[in-house]
């Protein structure tokens, strides 16, 4: 059995989690790129949306996660029976989550499904790969919001297609991979190809945005429609 060894040291993130509601039961943040989800073992990288949030709400929970370099949209329970009640709309996927994307190059369709199952492998660490062998269904679905083309300081004009993504399951590091799929990788990931053409080595932040998230408050039954603008 191949041993996983986590490298990763997180650069610090000096922005502040925005608190966009907040209850009894439950808070709304928009989480910035740059900050882990969750504390990792190595004592380095203790900063997190937990480790904050946890001084501010103690006793909180995540129900879900976002990659490190994902910004948007997060729901923490603020005790036990909310984290068993939200957990549960996650796994029945009751929740509908959407993000902003921008991809390198021009996709030819204006929309689609990507349906590639994706497996773990420990040698390869942290990536994952699809493999229809051993893989978990994982499918997507994206929708183009506009094709245009960003001028760089050398003179020269990158291709981008913005994209409104909704994944239908849940998966490690599922969108980036499934674009990568798509032969057109998210915009500064730097795991599936983000950073490869010309004229996107430098590029700041992963271009990922968790922009919608809609789910049922287990306690007053409201329909929450959380939307956060994406920054880029």
């Known amino acids: 059995m191949s041993v996983i060894i986590d490298t990763f040291i997180a650069p610090p993130c000096h922005e502040t989690i925005e608190i966009l509601f907040q209850d009894e039961h439950l808070v709304l943040i928009n989480k910035p790129s740059g900050l882990l989800s969750l504390s990792g073992k190595n004592p380095q990288n203790l900063d997190s949306v937990h480790h904050r949030l946890v001084k501010l709400f103690p006793g909180c929970t995540l129900i879900h996660r ?12 603020r005790n036990k029976a909310m ?3 939200l957990c549960q709309q996650f796994s029945q996927r009751a929740v509908t989550k959407i993000y902003s994307a921008l991809l390198c190059g021009h996709l030819p369709n204006d929309e689609g499904v990507i349906d590639a199952p994706i497996a773990k492998d420990p040698a390869l660490f942290p990536l994952m790969s699809v493999c229809a062998v051993s893989g978990k269904p994982a499918r997507s679905g994206y929708r183009v919001v506009e094709r245009f083309y960003q001028e760089r300081e050398d003179g020269t004009s ?32 730097d795991l599936y190809g983000g950073r490869l053409l010309p004229g996107t080595e430098q ?30």
């Open 66 to 77: 976002l990659d490190f370099g994902t910004s948007g949209l997060m729901v923490i329970a």
């Open 158 to 189: 990158l291709p981008l297609t913005r994209v409104q993504l909704t994944p239908e399951t849940g998966r490690t590091h599922q969108l980036r991979i499934h674009c990568r799929q798509l032969g057109h990788p998210i915009l500064g990931c």
């Open 203 to 232: 590029t700041p932040r992963l271009m990922l945005h968790a922009s919608e998230l809609h789910f049922v408050h287990p306690v007053s039954l409201e329909r929450i429609e959380a939307r956060n603008a994406s920054p880029f």
């Open 83 to 85: 984290n068993a009640a």
